[in-house]
Structure formats: C-alpha cells, structure tokens
C-alpha cells in the first residue's frame, strides 16, 4: 500500500477537481491549455496551467497513477517545500522545452498542449536518478527492474515517438523529454549546492 504526502495529495485533488471542471466547463480546458507560441492564443500563464488539464479519463489516470507511485517517496526525501518547487520547474520547463524544439527544429509540432506528463516524468526521472537500484515491477506483467532503467526507457521512448510521430499522434512526446531533462539539470544543481 502506499500513502499519500500532503503536496501530492492536493495535487492529486487539483488534477482530478480540474477534470472534473473540464467535464462541466469545455473553456476551462481552452483557458487553461498551453498553445504554441506561433498562435495568438499563446499566454505566459498557460505555461503553468496546462499542467493540470487532461485530454480524457485515461490520460489523467495514468498521470496520476505514475505519480502517486513516485511522487510520496521524493517528497519524503526533500520535503514539501522543495518537492512542490521541483515539480512545478519540471512541469513549466517541460513545456517551455517542448515549444523551443518546436521553435527551433521543427520537432513535436502542436497547436496545444495539455496534461501533467512533463512534471511527471520529472518526479518519476528523481526517483531514477535518487533511488537508481530500487527494483520495480510491472502492474501486470511479472517484470522487475531497476528504476534508472525505467527513465532510460521512458527517455528512448520520448526520443523515437517525437522523431518519429505515428499518425493521428497528439501526444508531446517533447514534453515528456522536457520533464527528464529538466528533472536532470535540477537535480544536477541542487546536488552542487
């Protein structure tokens, strides 16, 4: 079993309130997703909040699940204060990494872009990367595997989906990259001080 820490238990709560806002309210999805930067509907503000927006029931499931996995043991580590700073800088950095790429290479191509994945491969890249010989098992398959094993599938997997996007994909594989990279580089800073 696990438990619940007080930042990913409200969280938690914001994604699924949110989803629920979502569902009643169709503009809540419209006000709150990130748009590209070449669009006139990109605002600053929608860098933070398109992390709290999801494109459907298993979206948001998922999200979540992978996140109260990792995301009680991290903040137990650092402690809320840090946890919430570290996983709003993965989320805001994924997204501003998914629009550079787009920008400058021509990679992830999106009109707009929703849900916590960025922030969430971010907390589950510190959980890799802090905690890299803890074993994990698939949910139903009898796999086990060390967790830096998972960041490095989960990175290949962002890589050759965004390089190489199937058709009729919305999913921002570069954000999904975004979250590791920039779960490393925080990381690698904290470390130094």
């Known amino acids: ?3 619940l820490t007080p930042v990913v238990q409200n969280l ?3 994604n699924i309130g949110i989803f629920i806002l979502q569902s009643i ?4 999805t419209e006000w709150f997703a990130l748009y590209n930067v070449t669009t006139p509907y990109f605002k600053p503000y929608q860098l933070f909040t398109y992390m709290f927006t999801h494109g459907g029931f298993m ?7 992978m996140f109260v996995f990792a995301g009680p043991i991290i903040e137990d580590f650092w402690g809320s204060k840090r946890f919430i700073m570290f996983y709003t800088l993965c989320g805001v950095g994924a997204g501003i990494f998914n ?4 920008v400058f290479f021509g990679v992830g191509d999106f009109s707009v872009m929703i849900g ?3 922030a969430v491969y971010g907390v589950v890249t510190a959980f890799g990367i802090l905690f ?3 074993r994990l098992s698939l949910l139903f ?3 086990s595997f060390k967790a830096k094993y998972l960041v490095m599938v989960l990175g290949a997997i962002a890589i050759f989906s965004g390089l190489r996007p199937s058709a009729g994909d919305t999913t921002a594989h570069m954000a999904h990259l975004g979250g590791i990279v920039v779960a490393i580089v925080i990381i690698q800073i904290w470390r130094r001080r």
């Open 1 to 3: 079993m696990f438990r």
């Open 12 to 14: 938690l709560i914001i």
């Open 25 to 28: 309210m169709p503009a809540v």
């Open 59 to 65: 979206h948001l499931f998922f999200n979540m699940l």
């Open 99 to 102: 629009i550079l790429i787009n």
């Open 116 to 118: 916590a994945s960025g």
């Open 132 to 134: 890299p010989d803890t």
């Open 141 to 143: 398959l009898p796999i």
